[in-house]
């Protein structure tokens, strides 16, 4: 065995040859470049090039890069305590719980580590309904361009029957719908003909990952009502646009509706991986003892960051930033439709914002790096904007002017 130099600091090059020769071959790395270096708005790749970030790393770091209060939350916690496990009662979760609870609605938390497992706790919360409170119902609609998560239900790989038992059949095709977003006439349909088999219909708000699509209003509560009155659970899934991202502290507040669960993750600990599951206290009991768990989930130093977030959300003129700028956003976005032939539509809520392009957008994204620019490219041909919710507005005008001459330089 070779000994490994701990303290290196590697060029570019030299990261990307480590990397494909130890890393799974999963990720493409379509930026190309690494970072070393993050301060508020700013990132800073290992060669020392600056970029303005209008990424947050996937609508993760949304009050930016080393803000001085998570650092140094991080820093007391690391000091105080990590990690004990669940088997120990834990006052920074019981704390962040607290919190997530009176900034939402009446209910229960359960905490994991990402999105996906959030979606993982959706799945065996509405199972365990359908089995305990509604004949067994287990069908989840979903929407078509949906994105939940990429786990492949890890209990279907566990070979315990005590792990299986009390969520039915585990996963026929016929068991998830997928509806066209927005589409009530196809919804009312669907419930009138499946209804007693359907347990629940989980929604991104915006669909994040399929290009940035905002349910209707309309759509949305008449979904709503829809379901409670056919016993089917209303869940949100604001893993993307929770957390401050559409200017409400969770999107579902532009709806004027409250789901009956709400699945959390990327910004709520800023870059510190955390999600969350929060069940009303109707259904809460439907995930009881021992049927779901997590080593890491919810541990000291991970909550203790997130309340250190959501504390910054709310007690920081955050939120009414994210109204602001996001008018300016629009605002020349929407010059963009008149400018480029090539951009189709402009789309989004708050500072979740997509350039529709009438071609893959991948090349914009290139263009912009080269000038200073982050954004990525999501659904093929969407160019996707996330800038931190406490972007300046001397930022925010750089920025855009970078995306303008690379859209420029792209079209050509
Ligand atoms: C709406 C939504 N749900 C779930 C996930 C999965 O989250 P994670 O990548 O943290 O597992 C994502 C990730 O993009 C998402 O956008």
């Not at 989004?348 to 529709?356: A, D, T, V």
């Amino acid at each position: 065995m070779s000994s490994v130099d701990f303290f290196q600091s590697l060029s570019l090059d030299e990261i990307q040859k480590k990397t494909r020769e130890y890393v799974l071959g999963t990720y493409a790395y379509p930026m190309g470049i690494a970072m070393s270096f993050g301060q508020g708005e700013y990132l800073y790749d290992t060669e020392g090039k600056q970029y303005i970030d209008f990424l947050c790393g996937i609508s993760v770091t949304n009050l930016g890069h080393g803000d001085a209060d998570i650092v140094e939350a991080i820093r007391d916690q690391a000091e105080r305590l990590m990690h004990t496990s669940n088997l120990f009662y834990n006052q920074e979760a019981a704390l962040l719980a607290e919190a997530l609870v009176n900034y939402s609605f009446p209910g229960k938390v359960f905490f994991t580590n990402s999105g996906t497992e959030a979606s993982e706790a959706i799945f065996k919360f509405a199972r365990s309904y359908g089995q305990q409170a509604k004949n067994e119902a287990s069908v989840i609609i979903t929407h078509e361009n949906s994105f939940h998560g990429r786990s492949t239900a890890g209990m279907l790989m566990t070979g315990q029957e005590k792990i299986h038992t009390g969520f039915g059949a585990l996963l026929p095709e016929s068991d998830l719908i997928y509806l066209p977003r927005n589409d009530l006439d196809i919804l009312e349909k669907t419930i009138d003909d499946r209804g007693q088999d359907i347990c629940a219909f989980a929604l991104e708000l915006v669909q994040g990952e399929g290009g940035i699509h905002v349910m209707d209003k309309e759509y949305v509560q008449a979904a709503r009502d829809l379901c409670k009155e056919n016993d089917i659970l209303f869940i949100v899934d604001e893993v993307q646009t929770g957390i401050g991202r559409t200017g409400k502290l969770f999107a579902y507040e532009h709806y004027e509706i409250i789901p009956d669960a709400m699945a959390l993750a990327k910004a709520l600990g800023n870059g510190f991986p955390i999600g969350a599951l929060i069940i009303g206290d109707e259904f809460a009991s439907y995930l009881g003892p021992g049927q779901h768990g997590s080593t890491f989930g919810g541990n000291h130093l991970a909550t203790r960051v997130a309340f250190e977030t959501v504390k910054a959300l709310v007690t920081r003129d955050i939120l009414a930033n994210v109204v602001a700028q996001s008018e300016y956003f629009l605002r020349r976005l929407r010059l963009f439709e008149k400018q480029f032939a090539c951009v189709t539509e402009v789309r989004g809520l708050g500072l979740h914002l997509g350039i529709e392009l009438d071609r893959p957008a991948q090349q914009v994204v290139i263009e912009a790096r080269d000038r200073g620019l982050l954004v990525n490219c999501t659904a093929e041909s969407t160019i996707r904007v996330m800038p931190p919710l406490n972007i300046s507005l001397e930022r925010a005008a750089e920025g855009l002017d970078i995306l303008e001459a690379s859209i420029a330089a792209f079209q050509g």
